[in-house]
């Protein structure tokens, strides 16, 4: 990704490899951003590549992940399942609406990456009939707080926006807070489960 | 203090951006053409890092209720001051009272206002650039408007200062992205030997350009981390340049990526422009930026 990034394909051993690279904190390494099974490392222009990166790299994918990474959060997000694609849902997963909620709140959801708005987490962990594709077509504008699914993913809007995933729920639990010290509730790695409000 | 007489097509306040946050969903920003508000910035004394103004196209008119040392940089606005004429890339003094009035610009599109002990807007996540599509950052999280008082911090130094700072304007020199092999021959050859039009909806998320359709050949793509410069490519084959703003991470395959050296480049096109790619080698890029970099060192001639 030009001078200024490296794109590591790693498949599912990226948020591993993340977690493992933050701890590093390598030389000339300025950002890592893990996405789904891929990680860029944003370097400084015109830099060599980080001393003991390929080192590094062949641990974690080899499975020898050296020490633990930190314990993640756990994230208990109050949810009312009132979204305006709920039923349809259902119906697309062969449950009722009541067995959908259930079923959601049962699952402990994990944050793969963040993107497409600040704070908007990428949660995985959803079983296969919940794995739908995008809207055909996109709203226009989806409430903030709003709790939706689309392409394997559970995510939760922190502001509004035009959006083409299913709506299922809502939630007033702010995400996103550009004036406090840790902008984003949820981090990589981060466990989330919903709880019926 | 400078006061907004009257605003501009969209000016904002800018700085060098907020980097650390891309992980949290935050892209970087900043100013577009980076180095002409650093530069700007050295004019007037400031830290190269301090927060100006990055105008669009047609610039405001501002007073400068106690005077100020001012320096302007990037596109020419035909900036005057009363009856005089203001040269970009010098140092400049305001009179108390006096008001800095911005035409519209004839070439380029963005310029920078630097303003001596910088504009003191309170910093969000580390850094004053606006960021319009969250409305945090800069002044109120939005463009300025007639009425708004900016507050300015003290003046350091004063020197007197030229600016000579070469452009390029030869092709946008390019590194080969992620997808690149999964593009068709026909469309890597296109993208090099035919020249690409910006389109109308150019802006700090990404300029869309239009130009013969490119292929892409490869399957559905999970998202990636991308970065300002990486040229995607949407279902229609049209390429989009991703901009200052834009999101941390994307779906669109990623055939090329603009080097840094040439990204600042990417602030002045405007609607209509033509432009042009070339590829270039990794060792030829970082080459690239450390000229970019002696030129910036050398970009200033200060009066004895």
């Known amino acids: ?197 | 203090m400078i006061e907004v007489l009257k605003p501009g097509l969209l000016d904002l306040v800018m700085d060098q951006g907020r980097p650390g946050f891309r992980a949290q969903g935050v892209p970087e920003g900043g100013a577009a053409d980076a180095p002409a508000l650093m530069l700007a910035n050295r004019l007037v004394g400031n830290p190269e890092r301090a927060a100006g103004l990055e105008l669009l196209l047609r610039g405001p008119a501002l007073r400068f209720p106690e005077g100020g040392r001012i320096a302007l940089s990037g596109a020419d606005m035909r900036a005057r001051c009363g009856d005089a004429m203001l040269p970009r890339g010098r140092t400049l003094e305001i009179p108390p009272g006096g008001v800095l009035e911005l035409a519209q610009a004839d070439k380029g599109l963005r310029a920078y206002l630097a303003v001596a002990g910088g504009i003191e807007a309170p910093p969000v996540l580390g850094s004053r650039a606006t960021f319009l599509p969250s409305g945090f950052g800069g002044w109120q999280g939005r463009a300025l408007r007639a009425g708004d008082m900016l507050p300015t911090g003290a003046p350091q130094g004063h020197r007197q200062g030229v600016l000579t700072f070469p452009r390029a304007k030869s092709a946008l020199r390019i590194l080969p992205g992620p997808q690149l092999p999964a593009f068709a021959d026909a469309a890597l050859q296109a993208l090099t030997a035919r020249t690409f039009a910006v389109g109308p909806d150019a802006n700090r998320l990404g300029l869309r350009l239009a130009g013969p359709a490119l292929a892409y050949r490869g399957g559905e793509l999970a998202s990636q981390a991308v970065l300002p410069g990486a040229i995607q490519v949407p279902p229609d084959g049209q390429p989009i340049i991703l901009g200052w703003d834009g999101p941390v991470t994307g779906g669109y395959p990623v055939l090329a990526a603009v080097i840094a050296a040439d990204l600042p480049r990417l602030g002045q096109l405007r609607p209509g422009d033509r432009l042009a790619f070339a590829f270039v080698t990794l060792a030829e890029a970082q080459a690239a930026w450390r000229k970019h970099e002696r030129d910036l060192d050398e970009a200033i001639a200060w009066a004895a």
């Open chain 1, 1 to 197: 990704m030009s001078d200024r990034g490296l794109c590591l394909a790693a498949g599912s051993a990226s948020l591993a490899l993340y977690q493992r690279l933050l701890e590093a904190r390598l030389p000339g390494v300025a950002e890592l951003v893990p996405a789904d099974g891929s990680l860029l490392l944003v370097l400084a222009p015109g830099a060599p590549l980080p001393a003991g990166l390929m080192t590094l790299l062949e641990e974690v994918l080899d499975g020898h992940s050296g020490a633990p990474g930190a314990p993640a959060s756990e994230h208990r997000i109050a949810v009312r399942f009132d979204g305006d694609d709920l039923a349809e849902v259902a119906a697309r997963a062969g449950q009722a609406a009541e067995s959908l909620a259930r079923l959601l709140c049962s699952l402990t959801l994990r944050v793969k990456f963040l993107g497409f708005q600040p704070g908007f987490a990428y949660l995985e962990g959803l079983p296969a009939q919940l794995h739908l594709p995008r809207r055909a077509r996109p709203r226009k504008t989806v409430p903030a707080g709003s709790v939706a699914l689309a392409g394997g993913y559970c995510g939760i809007y922190p502001a509004a926006g035009p959006g083409g995933w299913h709506l299922i729920g809502s939630t007033d639990v702010p995400l996103f807070d550009p004036a406090a010290s840790r902008p984003t509730r949820f981090l990589p790695g981060d466990l989330v489960r919903l709880v019926a409000a």
